[in-house]
């Protein structure tokens, strides 16, 4: 189980990831005045009984207990492996005190300049991503060509789970079109699936989809599902013990 706690204002949050029934009833005992979010509960019920609010969620999910993920990619992510490899294209992953406040800032500085390429309004919360480090749950991954950064892969793990919390590609890098990009992005996953898969863990998840329709997937959906593994639905839990709280946030 992955537990982030944060404090807002007056207010404790903990967002969880992989929930564990029992972990969880012992952190209930010990923080009655704080918020849950619970991601990942297999079904509306969970076996939780206090009262909340839930959310539907999608995901998209391989099993890195199968063997032979290799075969089971199509042909243009096995041809995007089997070049990368050849050009030299090398990954680095990054854990615990691996990873410095530099290498957090040059990842952030990466993805607030793709969000800002792309319109999108978002920023990299720094806070959250050190709260996970500080747990032993965070993972970074970088693919390099010719040393120079051309993407970042951030997962939060517990050891048998991990999840694709973040991703983003440098956009600028020299002597790298969009076409190579794409290509060398197929091989980081490719490579971490194996990463994963070689330290005994379970479950690779992608980190959420918009829609399990692959007809009406959005380019990063589409991007996602092109990859072995399947749709799974859960539910995110929200919920308090402090009747304050379930007035304030309307639980």
Known sequence: MVCIKTNK?????????????????EMLNEEKNSVFYIFGCS??????????????????KYD?????????????IRNSIRRSEKEGISIKVFKGMEITDNLLDEFESAC???????NMKRKINKKLLKSCLMND????????????????????ADGENSI???SCSSLYCENVSRNEIGRINRYHHYFDVEYFKNNSYKTYDWGGLESDDPEKANGIDAFKMSFPGGVVHYYTWIFTLNPLYRLLFRL
């Open 9 to 25: 204002f007056f207010i404790k949050k903990n967002t969880i990831f992989f929930p564990n029934k029992e972990e969880i009833n």
């Open 43 to 60: 079904d509306e019920n969970n076996c939780f009984t206090e009262k909340g609010k839930t959310i539907r969620e999608i995901s998209w």
């Open 64 to 76: 890195l207990t199968e063997d032979d993920f290799f075969s089971k990619c199509n042909a243009t």
């Open 112 to 118: 607030n300049l793709m969000f800002k390429l792309k």
């Open 137 to 156: 749950q965070l993972i970074l991954s970088v693919s390099y060509k010719e040393e120079k950064p051309v993407s970042y892969h951030v997962y939060m």
């Open 164 to 166: 694709l919390w973040h």
